[in-house]
């Protein structure tokens, strides 16, 4: 059962990855409009990648395929004319070397019908389309539409979508389905077998807490004494095991089911989320010191017992689930630590890592049954179970101030600076190395006659930890923790105290409008997309989009790691006009400025991270942070949008290649 899990995980990386290759540019949705009691205007509504076209319904004999729509008429209704477009553009196309209408960026089609028979509640059509760009052409086409008729309004801002097969709002904000995609794709991946890695490691770590250690020994001497024969007993703990894996897995489908996979994601910079999951972290950690113990109710615990009494395999699944029930108020904490972070990657992120989590657990029943004897290595149960339980409360105080740091950056509050988090990081790691060197003491905690090797490894390296944090009060950049305090330029002293400033000279000599020097290695940044265009102009320079968020932990590993490479950094300075579009900005549009949603019809955007989220979702195909475009005046691409690359050589070659496209 187990190798069928795996098996089934890397079947879906396996059609991810195939199914990212995918090309369709054009994205269509359908509205109705009601101009009278028996009058009606379909409309179907096309959404172009850029750099794409979409063609007229007329074209030139041996040219492109035409867009051409067919409506299924019936006796309940009757086409009114024909069907209508808007004015495009007439040019010579490179592609087919003549003289054809085209649409680009969006199009609108229009057919009038008249209304026949009242109880008509849809009308079924289809839609045979090709889009080029300048160096390829999709296949033709073919997409069916539904227009809704019932319950439509005659309001132009009340249209009524109908369900469609290339709906905008399910597939703009899903990425495999997108051109440029495969970076995305690619880090998508890299993140779900992050989040697998870091919930084995979890696992691993409830599985020495004093509620999972002890069970070990006495659930596998149960399976074999109580077993006719070595192959059932061992045969038992596996079927325990795999019963294991299934409670978690069916925990974290109910989080990813409830939620929904594509929803998950927008929470990551949610200020009510963080907020929220700040405080239960909090709660977690202060279980975990000892202050009490979260527990689920002791009646489940018998109820569930009742049934591990029946037998069999059910019998088994019930054993596996009184363990869950009796350890939650170890493993409880983890758990729930764990579907908050998968929770802010979406997608099947909260199920792989209640998979990871659950596969750490259960592993150790099915081998110490196979092989009873290495039962007699384990160390004995003690007070260092209690030590273990007391780190991961300190881990987990210190995880619940990265979410609150989220929620300041994006309100923009100031409240929680680079300062503040550094200094509340070295009070916990500085506590923690106190704690396991016996200075301190809490509650549950067994006497302490002497340190051993391992506590006091561990606490040595608590110490060194915290020693490293202290000169980021000063402007350190702290490399090794770059993913969680704010960035350096969210401090009292961006610069660092004394002024310091870091590499790669530049040849800005006076910040024109609408820019700023982004501290601390004075790059010129713009946050307004048209302000950096026109500058971008103005100067003869590429623009390099940075779809960013104040919450986004690559994005601060790559502004911190990777821009920094002097040769990086003086292309930043000198060689490309940079636009930072945080897409979690919180603030409020301009008034005037709250244009309707493109993704969610009938909408309207209220911030500005908002809008350049639809930016970036309806332009380039694709919602994750950070995400780097090279373009030229024209708006084109220069070269193939990235999104997270760590590789310093490899980013470097990705902007030389876009500047040298330019020039």
């Not at 299934?246 to 929803?263: E, N």
């Not at 092989?371 to 160390?379: A, E, M, Y």
């Not at 070269?639 to 330019?662: C, H, M, Q, R, S």
Request: with cysteine; net charge negative.
């Amino acid at each position: 059962m187990s190798k069928f899990l795996i098996t089934l995980f890397l079947a879906f990386l396996s059609f991810s990855s195939i199914h990212s290759q995918i090309i369709d540019p054009v994205k269509w949705t359908t509205s109705v409009e009601k101009n009278s009691d028996t009058e009606y205007t379909l409309i179907a509504t096309a959404t172009i990648e850029s750099g794409y076209h979409l063609y007229a319904q007329n074209v030139p004999e041996d040219g492109p395929i035409p867009t051409t729509f067919t409506f299924y008429t019936n006796d309940d209704f009757e086409l009114i004319g024909n069907t209508s477009e808007e004015e495009g553009h007439t040019v010579d196309d490179a592609v087919f070397n003549m003289k054809i209408k085209y649409f680009d960026t969006k199009a609108e089609f229009k057919q009038r019908i008249r209304i026949l028979n009242n109880e008509l509640s849809v009308v079924k059509g289809e839609v045979e389309y090709m889009a080029c760009n300048d160096v390829q052409c999709t296949p033709p086409t073919i997409k069916d539409f539904n227009f809704n008729i019932k319950n439509t309004v005659t309001s132009d801002s009340d249209k009524v979508n109908a369900t469609t097969d290339a709906e905008i709002e399910k597939s703009e904000n899903t990425t495999t389905d997108a051109v440029n995609s495969d970076t995305p794709k690619e880090e998508s991946q890299r993140g779900l077998w992050t989040i697998f890695f870091i919930a084995f490691l979890s696992g691993f770590a409830a599985l020495l807490t004093p509620c999972v250690f002890p069970m070990i020994p006495m659930t596998v001497s149960f399976f074999t004494k109580q077993s006719k024969s070595k192959a059932a007993g061992i045969r038992n703990a596996v079927i325990y095991g795999i019963s294991i894996i299934a409670i978690y897995l069916i925990l974290g489908i109910a989080v990813t089911g409830i939620f929904g996979a594509d929803s998950l994601n927008a929470l990551a910079t949610n200020v009510w989320f963080n907020v929220i999951f700040f405080l239960l972290l909090v709660l977690f950690a202060v279980s975990f010191l000892g202050a009490f113990e979260i527990t689920l109710p002791s009646s489940w615990g018998t109820k569930i017992d009742n049934q591990a009494d029946r037998g069999g395999l059910i019998g088994i699944f019930f054993m596996a689930l009184a363990l869950a029930i009796v350890s939650f108020s170890c493993t409880g904490p983890i758990v729930g630590t764990l579907l908050v972070e998968a929770a802010s990657k979406g997608g099947l992120a909260p199920v792989i890592g209640m998979f990871g989590f659950s596969l750490a657990i259960a592993l150790p029943f099915a081998l110490f049954a196979a092989f009873p004897g290495w039962l007699n290595s384990l160390p004995k149960s003690g007070g260092w179970l209690n030590t273990v339980k007391v780190v991961l409360g300190f881990l987990e105080l210190a995880l619940a101030f990265k979410f609150l740091s989220q929620a300041d950056l994006v309100l923009q509050l100031h409240w929680l600076e680079r300062e503040v988090f550094i200094a509340i990081w070295i009070a916990i790691f500085g506590t923690l190395a106190l704690y396991l060197f016996g200075k301190i003491k809490l509650p549950h905690d067994s006497p302490l006659p002497h340190i051993s090797v391992g506590r006091l490894s561990l606490g040595l390296v608590a110490l060194t930890f915290t020693i490293y944090m202290i000169p980021g009060l000063w402007g350190a950049p702290l490399n090794v923790i770059s993913a969680f305090p704010p960035p350096l330029d969210y401090s009292e002293s961006p610069y660092g105290v004394g002024n310091s400033k870091s590499g790669g000279s530049s040849t800005i000599t006076e910040i024109p409008e609408g820019a700023h020097l982004l501290a601390p290695h004075d790059i010129l940044a713009f946050n307004d997309y048209d302000l950096g265009l026109a500058y971008a102009k103005k100067v003869g320079k590429p623009v390099m989009l940075d779809f960013t968020g104040w919450a986004c932990v690559n994005c601060r590993k790559m502004e911190q790691n990777v821009w920094p490479k002097p040769e990086i950094l003086n292309k930043l300075k000198n060689d490309v006009v940079l636009i930072s579009l945080y897409v979690d900005d919180k603030r409020p549009l301009p008034e005037g400025e709250e244009v309707d949603s493109k993704l969610r019809p009938g909408k309207k955007l209220k911030y500005i991270g908002q809008k350049w989220s639809e930016f970036q979702t309806i332009r380039f195909k694709a919602n994750t942070q950070p995400f780097y475009v090279l373009m030229g005046h024209d708006e084109e691409n220069l070269n193939t949008p990235v999104a997270y690359t760590p590789d310093a050589d490899e980013y470097l070659k990705w902007l030389e290649d876009g500047i040298g496209n330019f020039k």
